[in-house]
């Protein structure tokens, strides 16, 4: 356990020593001041539209991070040769894909939880009460399983791509998934990342979520999320380095 | 740290004319229309054909408070809604309204429903604003979309906000002046300031540009059919209204020969053809 901690500190280090995190924060910064000032015929405060940019603004740049984090991990430490003092330690493949995975969690957490915050103020400066608190709470939740599921995928895809491809993939897995995914021929048996996104309800201030739908979604995340990490494993195991 | 406040100040400096909303001033090209001049115009290229196309369907989703409009039987309904609110219109049609949920009996539908809005329902009055940024959006990404300056203005009209509808209007139009549509938004917003000179003046234009049925004033859906409707309907009771009987059975005649259903135009266009007013 130990271990693993150390591997996920590692990771966690690298979006401090990174610049990603802090631009991120300030573009969110810009876009609030330009969709908080927007005014159209003499009106202004249109409450809905604002929640609209800066939450999807907040949702693609975390699904952004987790992704372009989760995808540079292992070809990184190949690359620069240090996965061999790592495994020689002696740390286990398992540990070290759980590591990997947990130190992209961690960077995923706070960096959503970074910008969400950022948003929950702007909608108190705005006296934007409408969104009832326990659903900004549930959508908040489900990004975070979502960010989860998405960086089990890319680890699992950086032990065939490079980052750059693995990216790509991984983004167009997240936005076809949204946009296109009851469209796809034989989308019940495909990954459902849409379930994780309740923007439209938070944005129309629609009623909570059931519990029922929460657990469900906890579980269908934990599910994927272990699958992803057993077939990286299962890969990571057999490859020679 | 001097990274930081690099990229920082470089941010700052791109951004403030997006962040005061000031359309930029075009002083190399002076020539280019106003549209043109816009920093949304001139950021997104190519792209703004789709992005004033997804402005618009957002636009239609906020009016459904945020029901998908692929999801149910709601193409059309704004539209509907359109032709029912224009007071006066004797073409006035009654808007059958599903506010029932249709979902299906499956775990994923069942799923899908509580996450996603399935309730087709309409944004009350006090909020019918928050659907007017994406119709000024696709008006900016697109100036010659002319849906979009026609609902801006529809709903800047809706709003109480006819001088802003006004300016809206006529921007679009010096963007498309071969637009029907928007000459005929015009001449609504001028009946009902009771300016009827000037309304028949726009509607007169609008009739001339539906008459010749070149784009973009081709009717190829149920907006463009409403407002031609619209159009000479409400030419012909301007003529009615101000005493020219002959005109008025003009123009229900040649409604008459788009829109055969609406045989009672039969009746009064005989009763006009007399001089009977």
């Known amino acids: 356990m130990k271990k693993i901690f150390v591997i996920a500190m590692g990771v966690v280090k690298e979006l401090f020593r990174r610049k990603d995190f802090y631009f991120i924060l300030l573009l969110i910064f810009a876009i609030i001041l330009y969709a908080g000032s927007f005014s159209f015929g003499g009106e202004r405060g249109f409450y809905r539209y604002f929640k609209e940019i800066v939450l999807s603004m907040i949702y693609i740049f975390s699904v952004v991070i987790a992704v372009s984090f989760a995808s540079r991990q292992i070809p990184m430490e190949i690359e620069s040769k240090s996965i061999y003092s790592l495994l020689s330690h002696p740390i286990g493949r398992g540990e070290f894909i759980v590591g990997k995975f947990a130190g992209v969690g961690i960077i995923s957490i706070l960096s959503f939880t970074s910008f969400y915050i950022v948003f929950i103020i702007s909608l108190l400066v705005r006296k934007d009460y409408s969104t009832p608190w326990l659903l900004l709470l549930e959508g908040y939740y489900l990004q975070i399983l979502l960010l989860f599921f998405i960086s089990s995928f890319a680890i699992l895809l950086s032990l065939f791509l490079t980052p750059a491809p693995n990216i790509v993939v991984s983004l167009l897995f997240y936005f076809g998934s949204n946009w296109f995914g009851v469209s796809i021929p034989g989308y019940i048996y495909f990954p459902h990342l849409e379930l994780f996104d309740l923007k439209e309800r938070v944005i129309h201030a629609q009623s909570i979520v059931p519990g029922w739908v929460i657990l469900f979604l906890t579980i269908y995340a934990i599910c994927w999320t272990i699958f992803f990490l057993y077939l990286s494993w299962l890969v990571f195991r057999r490859r020679n380095l | ?277």
Not at chain 2, 38 to 54: E, K, P, Q, V
């Open chain 2, 1 to 277: 740290m001097m990274k930081i406040v690099s990229v920082f100040y470089v941010v700052i400096l791109l951004l403030i004319p997006a962040l005061l909303n000031i359309p930029l001033k075009n002083y190399f090209h002076p020539q280019e229309e106003y549209a043109q001049q816009d920093l949304i115009y001139r950021m997104f290229g190519s792209l703004r054909g789709l992005l004033a196309d997804w402005a618009f369907i957002k636009g239609e989703e906020y009016y459904h408070s945020g029901l998908p409009i692929r999801g149910l039987r709601t193409a059309g309904c704004l539209q509907i809604e359109m032709s029912k609110s224009r007071e006066g219109h004797p073409e006035e049609r009654e808007h059958e309204h599903e506010t029932e949920e249709q979902v299906k009996s499956d775990f994923y539908s069942n799923l899908y429903s509580q996450i996603k809005i399935t309730q087709h329902t309409h944004l009350s009055y006090a909020e019918e604003k928050e659907v007017l940024p994406w119709f000024y959006l696709q008006a900016r990404f697109n100036p010659h979309d002319i849906q979009g300056y026609v609902l801006g203005g529809y709903w800047l009209r809706r709003l109480g906000k006819p001088e802003e509808a006004l300016r809206f209007l006529k921007e679009g139009e010096a963007c498309n002046p071969a637009s029907a549509q928007i000459l005929t938004e015009i001449g609504a917003l001028y009946y009902k300031q009771k300016g009827y000179n000037q309304a028949i003046e726009y509607f007169e234009r609008a009739r001339q540009l539906w008459l010749t049925g070149k784009p973009p004033n081709l009717v190829t859906n149920d907006y463009a059919s409403s407002d031609r409707i619209y159009t000479f309907h409400l030419l012909g009771y301007l003529y009615e209204k101000t005493g020219k009987p002959l005109l008025a059975a003009q123009v229900y005649t040649e409604l008459y020969s788009f829109e055969p259903m609406r045989t009672f135009l039969l009746d009064k266009i005989k009763k006009l053809g007399t001089g009977s007013n």
